[in-house]
């Protein structure tokens, strides 16, 4: 599984105390590097619990993850937050920026978490990919004076900057008309054959996951169907 | 470090108005503490001063009654050499007579070199009509005295000094002294220390050596020292505190009280402080909880809100002390004694504004741990979850 860059292992995920709800029973994927993956399902399958414990954001109740051959379940708090913050990328639904922060400074924070100082190769990557999903005269602007579609695209920027090994978005696009849709999905798809990312996309809308490379469906906490596009 | 100070810094500025609103929280009760402490300081200095500031803070007296100090120049020069002392001057003094129109009134004599005994008692600040003694049958009468009997400048007047007889002489008045004390301007009757030897005739002694110290509440210490120097079982040394110990603990108590007061008001500025904070990291929460999903470790999130308690604390008592300034200026301005003096001086005291805004920056600080702990153990899966 050398060229795997996530692997679940029986993962297993059960809230509540008293009134007990197993929301993964057991699933076993691996998604292998550079990849452009979906992961469909209705609501309240699992799918973005599975998301969310692949980002370490939570942590499974059995079983464990692997990033890039690490087992996350070993980690510490403080490594956790260096694995976010360099091997990983989120997108949500609701873009999640910072409404004190500009455009440009919320791309920015990722990088400043583990590096005190912006190095101007940075600041120009930065750009480079403002430039790219047309951002580039927004970029001063504070984020809640901008589009929905347009903080869309910053939170995908953010996610990119660190040039992490994932992207995991949830619902990217949920909140977003059919044409800035398809505007992100065609970024994130571009980024993914640019720069080698492995996307895993969290998504309701079949349409969707048909643009992508593989498709798992979560029924019931289990991978109801997995099918691998043939090239 | 400087992400954390940053984000602390943006989160308090875009919440503006909530800002201002602590701020304002910290600096009235800073404004409080200051006016309070200060006042207090002022007050205290004020009653000191008036109280033993004009007058001997330790004296030297032959431990016998009736016996006097024949070498008081040496032993004058030996209590010179200790540290903290100043203003050394020697006194004789006996009790007299006044007579006036055959009846006698009980008066009691003073003899001062005046040039040296100017340093504890002013007495040129103190002289409100007439001139110094330069006869030797010249001498000051208190204002009290004056108006009590309507003795004027030039007025001639009569003396017994027990156990010597009917002095035959007259003397007149040069001067009349106001020392704003009713008992001491109605009996003190000042002459030329060398008029009163020749009336005493015991030669060229003292009743007493007065000094005043540099620290008033060292005098104990100092007058200590002063007795270990003067090496002499016959002469006994007293100093200010041990005579007013009421007026020490009155004091005491005036300082602890105003402590307590201050001590409350700087708690429940804290307490303001840790609530409306809390509040923030709830209104935070979702900021956090991204942060937190892009990697920011506990740390960091904590010292955000650190900071926040920080920049809150340093900017709520520089403004909290610059009103407290401000007001006791006013206080000290237009809060007058009939004579045109402040009512209370107050002194600027730098040492205690410093610890004044470095004790509500350090609870402003130590108010924010509370809710700083909170939101570096916020779960970031709930804001994730929850939205």
């Keep these: ?231 | 470090m400087k992400l954390a100070f940053e984000i602390a810094w943006r989160f308090l500025k875009f919440s503006k108005k909530q800002t201002a609103l602590i701020i304002i929280g910290i600096a009235v009760g800073v404004t409080v503490q200051v006016f309070i402490g200060l006042l207090m300081q002022g007050l205290q200095a004020n009653i000191v001063q008036s109280t033993v500031g004009n007058s001997a803070q330790i004296t030297v007296k032959p431990s016998e009654t009736g016996k006097y100090i024949a070498n008081y120049d040496e032993v004058m020069k030996e209590i010179r050499t200790v540290d903290g002392v100043k203003n050394v001057s020697h006194v004789i003094e006996f009790p007299a007579f006044l007579r006036l129109s055959n009846s006698d009134y009980s008066v009691f004599l003073r003899g001062f070199d005046f040039e040296e005994a100017e340093g504890i008692y002013r007495f040129s600040e103190k002289l409100i009509s007439g001139n110094f003694p330069v006869e030797k049958n010249e001498l000051l009468i208190g204002k009290d005295l004056s108006d009590k009997y309507g003795l004027n400048l030039n007025s001639e007047i009569s003396l017994i000094v027990p156990p010597v007889v009917f002095l035959p002489r007259t003397f007149r008045v040069s001067g009349i002294y106001d020392f704003k004390n009713s008992t001491l301007n109605e009996t003190w009757v000042l002459m030329k220390d060398n008029a009163l030897v020749e009336i005493g005739l015991k030669g060229d002694v003292a009743s007493t050596i007065e000094m005043q110290v540099d620290e008033i509440f060292m005098a104990d210490k100092i007058s200590s020292d002063v007795k270990d120097v003067i090496k002499n079982d016959d002469l006994t040394v007293s100093d200010w505190k041990s005579k007013n110990a009421e007026l020490l603990s009155a004091l005491n108590g005036q300082t602890v009280s105003s402590l307590l007061i201050q001590v409350f008001v700087i708690a429940s500025v804290a307490i303001t402080i840790a609530s409306i904070l809390a509040v923030s990291v709830m209104n935070k929460y979702k900021q956090v909880g991204i942060l937190k999903a892009m990697g920011i470790d506990n740390s960091k999130t904590f010292l955000i809100f650190l900071f926040q308690g920080l920049i809150l604390g340093i900017a709520g008592s520089i403004i909290g002390m610059a009103l407290g300034v401000s007001l006791l200026v006013s206080f000290e301005t237009f809060v007058k004694t009939p004579d045109g003096q402040p009512l209370v001086p107050i002194s600027f005291d730098p040492l205690f504004l410093s610890i004044s805004i470095a004790i509500a920056t350090i609870s402003a600080s130590l108010a924010s741990i509370l809710p700083s702990r909170k939101a570096a153990k916020l779960d970031p899966v709930e804001v994730i979850k929850n939205g």
């Design chain 1, 1 to 231: 599984m050398v060229d795997s860059v996530v692997n679940t292992f029986a993962l297993e995920k059960i809230y509540g105390t008293s009134i007990k709800t197993h929301a993964l029973k057991g699933i076993d994927i691996n998604i292998k590097k550079g990849t452009f993956n979906a992961i469909i399902g209705q609501s309240g399958s699992g799918k973005s619990t599975l998301l969310n414990m692949i980002g370490a954001l939570d942590k499974p109740t059995k079983g464990y993850i692997e990033i890039d051959g690490e087992r996350t379940d070993k980690m510490n708090a403080k490594q956790l937050a260096e694995l976010r913050n360099k091997k990983i990328g989120f997108i949500f639904q609701f873009h999640y920026l910072l409404p004190e922060f500009s455009a440009i400074e919320n791309i920015l924070i990722p990088h400043r978490i583990s590096n005190p100082k912006v190095s101007g190769e940075t600041h120009q990557f930065a750009l480079e990919l403002l430039d790219a999903v047309n951002l580039k005269n927004e970029m001063n602007k504070n984020i809640t004076k901008l589009s929905g579609g347009q903080q869309q695209r910053v939170a995908i920027v953010r996610a990119l900057l660190n040039k992490p090994s994932i992207i995991l978005a949830d619902e990217p696009t949920g909140n977003l008309d059919s044409e800035n849709t398809e505007i992100i999905y065609k970024l994130m798809r571009r980024f993914n054959k640019k720069f080698g990312i492995t996307f895993i996309i969290v998504t309701h809308d079949r349409n969707v996951a048909q643009m992508t490379d593989r498709i798992i469906e979560i029924k019931d906490g289990l991978v109801n169907m997995d099918m691998e596009k043939t090239a």
